[in-house]
């Protein structure tokens, strides 16, 4: 029985690490709107560069997740990167509407943030 405990926790680790591979990116800055005057630019691009990689980093975890087995994975890994797949969207979520509301509306639609998965 004990070898049987450890090859699944091998199986088990082995899957959650590879939900590792997928990066989080870095938390863009946003200021306050009395220091966005004359930056609009720079921290448009900021935000649409994060708002990108946080698309491939939310795509990444939902492959990892269709890799794992998708509804059928061990429901500690479906549990765990649909966590990580819905915070990641929250997070964006929050830093859309901090953008919007200190720079403005996002000069396109492809900053409208990551789909969130499904449980």
Not at 6 to 32: H, T
Not at 80 to 93: F, H, K, P, Q
């Amino acid at each position: 029985m004990r070898t049987a405990e450890l090859v699944c926790a091998g199986i088990l680790s082995g899957l959650a690490g590879k939900a590792l591979a997928c990066d989080l990116p870095k938390l863009v800055v946003i200021p306050p709107k009395d220091q966005v005057a004359g930056r609009e630019a720079e921290i448009r691009a900021a935000a649409n560069a994060y708002f990108t990689a946080m698309q491939a980093y939310t795509a990444c975890i939902q492959a990892e997740l269709a890799a794992a087995g998708g509804d059928s994975a061990p429901d500690i890994i479906k549990r765990v990167l649909v966590s990580r797949n819905n915070t990641a969207v929250a997070e964006a979520e929050f830093v859309m509407k901090l953008f919007t509301e200190n720079v403005g509306a996002p000069a396109d639609a492809a900053a409208a943030g990551p789909a969130p998965a499904g449980q």
